[in-house]
């Protein structure tokens, strides 16, 4: 075997900066940590050990591998960690927002009702996220093209995510329980908009970073991405263990201790990992960086340089995983109780429970069809655009436990409903994300030069649904007496994140329909339609709001719908081709036009 770099850069002099930038990012997060982040406040316990020892040891383990030679598992170890520290940076700056809500006894325990300002420890801390993130794209890009190989099989892929699902559901769950009036504290569903937006990310990171490195074809990069996502993971929710067991009024709580069974599941994951692949003596080059294997640069041709995507079947497998849990825990959500009355007893009952239902049950059906290959294909555009029908319901379906909750006094508290409605939203923006790394994989997979597109007629109903889709998704549906159902344009709500999020995505299909093979655009245009269909669906399923009737949103969907269905059966037949005068020369003298002369 022989050095051979990739040549898009030189990966032996990449890792080593990757390294150092997680030195770095291990130093400042270290600092943050000892620094007080709010300016004349201390932490609720002695902390600064437990975060010192969390901050290292990402760095830590990846030195360890590269000093014995594994260098494509170090790289790993670092993307794995940097995956989640989009989410950790925001949920920091709650800090910065209001350091009272963010819950953080190992940083910050308020005493009294203040709004202290930033001190030095937050941006220290923040500035070690954005160095961890840019020491995992280094390590990434250190790997360079890899030799295509399977060190775990379907088995790895699945159990891998599972295992990080299990994670997210933590992470979306109470930290601890507390009954500290300076220290309110709930699931990330009742918390402010930063906390939300920082659980939401990490709880997609986990199982999308851990489906990749698992397919990723590298038994280093898998085993490496698993042990850094693991020790993440561990950072993020063993404080809050901790401070539900050290912390006076407070007490430990579930979702620390799910993460953590999460966590420790990856690190199972990944030595499954390592013990394939040093059971593959054929693969143990895939360890060191630049070697290649003999041939591999003419069999690559011009692919050299492009990181090795995971196969598209078993992205197929992942994303309908990820598509039928998502269903699952949608008609959970859906059937189970999300508000409680005094004892436990079942309250009122969301009026789009039956909304979200029908959500759920599409989604899961079209993630059925991804573990039949024949029909993988055809059905993956349409999931990648009915998975919004989920958070379309599904934020709609938490209203009604959102106002419980500020019904506190009343006796009404929300119920387990919640958490599963909670994490059907999560995983299906995993399930969006999972798609869409499969479809590029397709596309890469595929002759996309001068392939069939659809005809021109195409454009005049994908313009009129994409306008119509504007007001169907932005105005009132449902109106009723004393009840404003929220919208885009008015009363912004908790519902009104699900319609913005539906919005996008059946305008940005049909900005995407014109540039796809037909049979694809039709298949995306059939997923708006589907979506477009639940929120005409939002009137005869909603039940229990008294005198309720069809606004101009509602019409305005209902046309849209047609639009889009049309544009369906118009994207299935490809533009015809102009016949050339010297085409139509030739089969006039009975000669074959595509003979080479």
Not at 40 to 69: C, E, M, N, Q, W
């Amino acid at each position: 075997m022989t050095d051979t770099p990739p040549a898009d850069g030189q990966p032996n002099a990449m890792l080593p900066t990757a390294l150092g930038l997680g030195a770095v990012a291990a130093v400042l997060l270290s600092l943050g940590s000892a620094i007080p982040v709010v300016a004349d406040a201390a932490p609720g316990y002695s902390s600064t050990a437990l975060l010192i020892v969390l901050a290292v040891l990402p760095i830590v383990l990846a030195a360890v591998f590269a000093l014995r030679g594994r260098y494509v598992t170090a790289a790993g170890v670092l993307a794995g960690a940097a995956a989640l520290a989009p989410g950790r940076a925001i949920l920091d700056l709650q800090f910065l927002a209001d350091p009272s809500a963010a819950a953080r006894p190992e940083l910050y325990r308020p005493e009294v009702f203040a709004m202290p300002g930033p001190a030095a420890g937050l941006w220290l801390l923040l500035a070690g996220h954005v160095a961890t993130l840019a020491a995992g794209i280094l390590g990434v890009r250190a790997i360079g093209p890899r030799p295509e190989s399977e060190p775990g099989g379907r088995g790895l892929l699945l159990t891998g995510a599972f295992a990080a699902t299990v994670a997210a559901v933590g992470v979306m769950m109470q930290p601890f329980s507390t009954n500290d009036a300076f220290l309110p504290v709930g699931s990330a569903f009742e918390g402010p908009g930063l906390v939300l937006a920082g659980c939401l990310v990490l709880a997609v990171a986990l199982p999308v970073t851990a489906g990749l490195v698992t397919s990723s074809g590298t038994a280093g990069l898998t085993t490496g991405g698993l042990v850094g996502l693991a020790v993440a993971a561990v950072a993020v929710s063993l404080p809050n263990l901790v401070s539900g067991l050290v912390v006076d009024r407070l007490s430990v709580a579930s979702g620390p201790v799910v993460v953590l069974v999460g966590a420790v599941a990856l690190l199972v994951v990944a030595v499954r990992a390592h013990v394939a692949d040093r059971g593959e003596s054929a693969s143990a080059d895939g360890e060191r960086l630049g070697e290649a294997m003999p041939g591999e640069n003419e069999a690559r041709g011009d692919q050299a340089g492009v990181a090795n995507l995971p196969g598209v079947r078993r992205l197929w497998v992942a994303t309908g995983v990820l598509a039928v849990l998502t269903g699952v825990l949608s008609l959970i959500g859906a059937l189970t109780a999300q508000v409680l009355i005094i004892g436990d007893l079942p309250g009122p009952e969301s009026p789009w429970r039956w909304l979200l239902f029908v959500a759920g049950l599409l989604t899961g059906v079209l993630g059925l069809a991804m573990f039949v290959p024949r029909l993988a294909a055809n059905m993956r555009p349409a999931l990648s655009v009915c998975w919004a029908g989920v958070p379309l319901a599904g934020t709609a379906v938490l209203t009604t436990a959102i106002t419980a909750t500020e019904l506190r006094a009343a006796g009404l508290t929300p119920g387990p409903g919640v958490l599963w409605t909670a994490v059907a939203i999560v995983a299906a923006v995993a399930t969006a994300c999972c798609s869409v790394v499969a479809g590029m994989v397709e596309r890469d997979n595929e002759d996309v030069a001068g392939g069939d597109r659809p005809g021109p007629n195409l454009m005049t109903p994908l313009v009129a649904g994409g306008i119509l889709a504007i007001g169907g998704f932005g105005t009132p549906s449902i109106l009723a007496p004393d009840y404003v159902e929220p919208a885009l344009w008015s009363n912004f709500g908790t519902p009104s994140w699900g319609l913005l999020l539906a919005l996008i995505t059946v305008v940005g299909v049909c900005l995407l329909a014109p540039r796809c093979r037909p049979a694809r655009a039709a298949a995306l245009l059939a997923g708006a339609t589907c979506l477009a269909g639940l929120r005409v669906a939002e009137y005869p399923l909603t039940v229990g709001v008294a005198g309720a009737h069809p606004g101009v949103g509602w019409w305005l969907a209902l046309a849209c719908a047609v639009a889009l269905l049309i544009a369906t059966a118009v994207a299935a037949r490809p533009a015809k081709k102009p016949t050339t005068g010297r085409t139509t020369a030739s089969r006039s003298r009975g000669e074959d036009p595509t003979r080479k002369r």
